[in-house]
């Protein structure tokens, strides 16, 4: 699916042009994420070759989440945050963060904010903004884990990618073709991750995901939210392809060391436009 936004990330402003244009609604949302497309529960192929790369569908999708929000459809600048920081634009690298893991499916109960002087309308898209993700996954029959830093926190690197070798995740160090557990001058990393950059949001420090829906739009109108006590949502991404191994047409004899330095994001090289992640989204508004 080739679908090019018309500019990146137009949605993160969220139509808070100033504080006072937002109010604190009451409704309480219980947000579930999930995968039903998980390569351990999907009868897709955990791995298979795209002319030069190499895609894998994960076996598990966990970490920690700082917003998640419905994009607005044809408005830019508007969307509603159904968990996390009201401004994903401006939130520090030390924002608050929320666990998840779409194996166990747990919920996420928070307060929606969104800029209720405005109408809502029609959400075809999501922004989701993670500070981490740790994925597992499988190559020539052997299980791997790895973390990705989608943020400079933690003592990690926006970009930098560290696999789990049994003592915990580590860096690899380019240098010197061995992993540590001390961020190395030269480790593996996402070059686009690492290098992102918003020209209309230049204080966004986190690398964000884009999610469009596979289900019909989303009604998130302001006349019908704001009487409303709560939304039940559930959202199961697709994330089939959501990893890559950049450059590697065959993964026959690669070792630990060899997928860590090719491993990237769908995203950092199909673009927010194609990111490798999709979702059925539901959202009921509760009287």
């Known amino acids: 699916m080739n679908r090019y936004l018309p500019v990146v990330l137009i949605i993160l402003v969220l139509g808070c042009d100033s504080a006072d244009d937002r109010v604190e609604p009451t409704l309480e949302a219980r947000t579930v994420l999930t995968s039903s497309t998980l390569a ?23 970490g920690e989440a700082v917003s998640l929000l419905f994009a607005i459809a ?21 924002a ?7 194996q166990l499916a747990f919920p ?5 904010s ?11 898209h999501m922004a989701l903004i993670f500070a981490h993700v740790d994925v597992d996954f499988e190559v020539n029959n052997q299980v791997h ?14 970009g930098d990618k560290l696999m789990d070798v049994g003592s915990g995740y580590q860096w690899f160090d380019l240098n010197t073709g061995a992993f540590t557990s001390t961020r190395p001058a030269n480790p593996a990393r996402i070059a686009e991750v690492e290098s992102f950059f918003d020209s209309i ?4 420090v ?8 596979t289900n019909p739009p989303l009604s998130l109108l302001t006349v019908d939210l704001l009487p409303a006590s709560g939304l039940d949502i559930l959202l199961d991404f697709d994330v089939n392809d959501m990893l890559a191994l950049e450059g590697v047409a065959s993964t026959t004899g690669m070792t630990t060391a060899d997928i860590i330095q090719t491993l990237t994001l769908s995203q950092a090289i199909g673009g927010f436009g194609n990111s490798g992640i999709e979702v059925d989204a539901t959202a009921t508004i509760l009287p």
């Open 40 to 62: 351990s529960s999907s009868s897709a192929p955990a791995v298979k070759t795209k002319g030069s790369d190499t895609f894998i569908t994960p076996s598990n999708v966990a």
């Open 74 to 94: 044809g408005v830019p600048d508007e969307g509603v945050v159904i968990f996390g920081d009201g401004r994903p634009d401006i939130a520090p690298a030390n």
């Open 96 to 102: 608050t963060t929320f666990a998840f893991d779409f």
């Open 108 to 112: 996420i109960v928070s307060t929606p």
């Open 114 to 124: 969104w800029d209720t002087s405005r109408p809502g309308g029609q959400s075809e």
């Open 145 to 158: 884990a790895a973390r990705i830093a989608l943020v400079s926190n933690n003592g990690m690197q926006r």
């Open 201 to 204: 949001r230049p204080n966004m």
């Open 206 to 213: 986190f690398f964000p995901f884009n999610a469009f829906m």
